[in-house]
């Protein structure tokens, strides 16, 4: 199986922008999702495809693929932007199988 | 807009069968794929499988051997077994939607069910 790295932590300064990044050999052929995921709660998908949000992801969520990197972009970021932030995507050796990443604790101050 | 409601086992003994069954409500059964992912305590998510409206069932490697899903479509409910469990398998145990396409990505989530191995 592939696999997906992620850097541990970053941390934005309240309305500033940052990049959440998600590199992998599965990203040369398929397009990385996101998902946010806040403490004691289930994940939430905001990001999919080249750069979809699903109904009620705010639009300052923006995706980006590069090569074997994916980007997770958050323009503006928000004191509710504060998360764990994982990439997925299928995997590069199976179809069918999935990975994911291991996971950007998201610090607003 | 798919829910799903998730139960089972919390508590188990190393060497003892996880079980842990998830109901879908509010959409269709078929035309997407039923995962279950799980996630240590502080550590990253781990997809641990599938299984499609037509049973065909898709394994991690690291757990196939160990892992068994079904489908109850009449109840339109599935289920995850997992056998011989040790200490290395607490973790929170989400139930979930993915989408079949090309860039498949995962679209509904359960509430999650912490699941404790311990003697």
């Known amino acids: 199986s592939s696999d997906l790295t992620q850097d541990p932590a970053v941390s934005v300064a309240l309305g500033q922008t940052v990049r959440i990044t998600c590199q992998g050999d599965?990203?040369?052929?398929?397009?990385a999702s996101w998902y946010q995921q806040k403490p004691g709660q289930a994940p939430l998908l905001v990001i999919y495809g080249q750069n979809s949000r699903p109904s009620g992801i705010p639009d300052r969520f923006s995706g980006s693929t590069s090569g074997d990197t994916a980007s997770l972009t958050i323009t503006g970021t928000q004191a509710e932007d504060e998360g764990d932030y994982s990439c997925s995507s299928r995997d590069s050796s199976d179809y069918h199988l999935r990975v994911f990443g291991g996971g950007t604790k998201l610090t607003v101050l | 807009q798919v829910q799903l409601q998730q139960w089972g086992s919390g508590l188990l003994k190393p060497s003892e069968t996880l079980s842990l069954t998830c109901a879908v409500s509010g959409g269709s059964f078929s035309g997407s794929s039923w995962s279950w992912i799980r996630q240590p305590p502080g550590k990253g998510l781990e997809w641990i499988g599938k299984?499609?409206?037509?049973?065909?069932?898709h394994y991690s490697p690291s757990l196939k051997g160990r892992v068994t899903m079904s489908l109850d479509t009449s109840k339109k409910q599935f289920s995850l077994k997992l056998n011989s469990v040790t200490a290395a398998d607490t973790a929170v145990y989400f139930c979930a939607r993915e989408t079949d396409g090309y860039n498949s990505e995962i679209v509904s989530w359960g509430q999650g069910t912490l699941v404790t191995v311990s003697s």
């Open positions: 299984i499609d409206h037509s049973e065909t069932t």
């Open positions: 599965s990203l040369r052929s398929y397009y």
